[in-house]
C-alpha cells in the first residue's frame, strides 16, 4: 500500500503554469467540517468549480492582479519589466491557459474536492479543501490540502499547498527570480551579496527546466545551488516535491533528507507521513498526523491514515476505532469504509466484517453478490463460516 500524498500532476501544474492545485472531479464538494459556517459557502464554491471543471468561473473567482502583486512584492523590478510582467500574467489569455493546463493534467488523477475547514481571515476568509485522488481503477491516490486565502470580495487572491509547505505567490517569486540582477537574487534566495555565475547558471537552468517539463533536469540543476538554499525548508520540500516526478528512489531519499534536516517542523509534517510509512515508523507516522491535525485540521482523511498506520502496526483495535472515526466525519467518502473492512478481514472476524460490509450497502444503497465476493483472495476465508452463509443466503 502506498500512501503518496503528492501526486505528479500536481506540482507539474503548479511549477509550469504556476497555476494554483486545481483538482477537479465530478460531483458536488462536500463539507467535512467548517469552524465558521457561515463562512463556508465561498469554501463550497471554490470546491464545486473544481469539482464540475467550470474553467471559466474558476478563473473569474481568482484576482490576478492581486495575485501578481504579491508575486512581485519584494523583488525589484524595474518599472517596464514589473509592468510587462504583470500585464503578461494578467492577460485573459494567460490565465486561460493557465487553468486550462491545470485542468487538463489533475484531470487525469480524478480528485474530488471537499470542503474541510472555514476560519476568517480579516474582512476575507481562509477555506481549507482536501482533495482524495483515486486512480482509474478505483484506487486510493493519496491527497492534497489546500488553504485558499480568500479576499471580502469573495476572490481568491493566494493559495498554500500542504503539500508542499508553500504559498503559490512565494514559490512562483521564485521562478520570477531568474529575471532579476545576480546580487538581488543572492540577497532574495541565499542570504548573499554576491552569487557566484554557477549558482545562478543553475538557477536559470532550474527555471528553464521546469518550464519544459523537464524534471530530471531540474532536479539535477538544483544540486548545483548553493548548500545554503538546498538545505533550507524551502530547499529540502522543494527538492522533495521535484522528486515525486521522478523514481521512487528518488523520492524516498528527498523525503528523508527533509525528515533530516526539518522532521521538528510543524509546516512539514503532512510531507512526511509518506517517509514513515515507508520506514515502517508507525509511532512518527502517528505524530505526524497528530501534528498536522492540530495545525490543519482532523477529517476522514486524517483518520483513515491514522488507521492504516496502526493497522500496519498490529494495533487493530485502535485501527478500528480510527476507521469508525473516519466513517463517522465522513459517512459518504469510501477510504474509511475500506479501512474497516481491512481490519476485519485482518481480524478474520466473520461476524464485524459482515456488520460492516451490511452498514456499507445501507449507505451507498447496493447489495453484494456473495458468490463473487469470496472469489476475491481478500475474502475467500469467509467462504466456510456459519455467519456468511446465512449472511449470503439473504442475498441469494
Known amino acids: 500500500m502506498r500512501l503518496k500524498n503528492v501526486l505528479g500532476a500536481t506540482l507539474a501544474a503548479l511549477l509550469l503554469c504556476g497555476v494554483p492545485a486545481l483538482l477537479p472531479a465530478k460531483g458536488l464538494a462536500q463539507q467535512a467540517s467548517a469552524d465558521v459556517p457561515e463562512l463556508a459557502a465561498q469554501g463550497k464554491r471554490i470546491g464545486k468549480l473544481l469539482n464540475e471543471r467550470d474553467r471559466m468561473a474558476l478563473l473569474a473567482m481568482i484576482d490576478m492582479p492581486a495575485l501578481a502583486e504579491r508575486v512581485t512584492a519584494g523583488i525589484q523590478l524595474g518599472a517596464k519589466d514589473k509592468a510587462d510582467f504583470v500585464r503578461g500574467f494578467t492577460s485573459p489569455e494567460a490565465g486561460r491557459r493557465m487553468v486550462d493546463t491545470s485542468m487538463n493534467l489533475l484531470e487525469l488523477n480524478h480528485g474530488i474536492a471537499y470542503l474541510v475547514k472555514s476560519r476568517p481571515l480579516g474582512k476575507g476568509s481562509i477555506q481549507t479543501l482536501r482533495i482524495d485522488f483515486r486512480s482509474a481503477d478505483d484506487e486510493h491516490g493519496g491527497y492534497e490540502y489546500i488553504d485558499y486565502y480568500v479576499n ?219 458468490d463473487k465476493l469470496v472469489e476475491q483472495d481478500f475474502y475467500a476465508w469467509l467462504a466456510g463460516k456459519p455467519e456468511f452463509r446465512a449472511w449470503a443466503a439473504k442475498r441469494r
Open 152 to 370: 471580502e470580495q469573495g476572490r481568491v487572491f493566494d493559495w498554500y499547498l500542504h503539500s508542499r509547505s508553500a504559498l503559490i505567490s512565494k514559490t512562483m517569486s521564485r521562478l520570477l527570480l531568474s529575471m532579476v540582477e545576480p546580487d538581488q537574487l543572492g540577497t532574495l534566495l541565499f542570504n548573499r551579496k554576491t552569487l557566484e555565475l554557477g549558482a545562478l547558471q543553475a538557477m536559470q537552468d532550474m527555471g528553464r527546466a521546469l518550464n519544459a517539463g523537464k524534471f530530471d533536469a531540474a532536479y539535477a540543476a538544483m544540486q548545483k545551488l548553493p548548500a545554503e538554499f538546498r538545505d533550507s525548508v524551502e530547499g529540502a520540500t522543494t527538492m522533495a516535491a521535484l522528486a515525486t516526478q521522478l523514481d521512487e528512489s528518488r523520492h524516498r531519499q528527498s523525503l528523508a533528507r527533509l525528515a533530516r534536516l526539518h522532521g521538528d517542523k510543524a509546516s512539514v509534517q503532512f510531507m512526511l507521513i509518506d517517509h514513515y510509512f515507508y520506514q515502517k515508523d508507525y509511532p512518527r507516522m502517528l505524530a505526524a498526523i497528530a501534528a498536522f491535525e492540530q495545525r490543519v485540521v482532523e477529517d476522514g482523511a486524517t483518520n483513515y491514515l491514522r488507521c492504516t498506520a496502526q493497522l500496519e502496526a498490529g494495533q487493530l483495535e485502535a485501527a478500528r476505532k480510527a476507521c469508525e472515526r473516519s466513517v463517522a466525519l465522513e459517512p459518504t467518502v469510501k477510504n474509511g469504509w475500506y479501512g474497516l473492512m481491512t481490519v476485519e478481514s485482518t481480524n478474520k472476524d466473520a461476524a464485524r466484517l459482515l456488520k460492516v460490509l451490511t452498514r456499507y450497502e445501507q449507505q451507498f444503497a447496493m447489495e453484494f453478490d456473495p
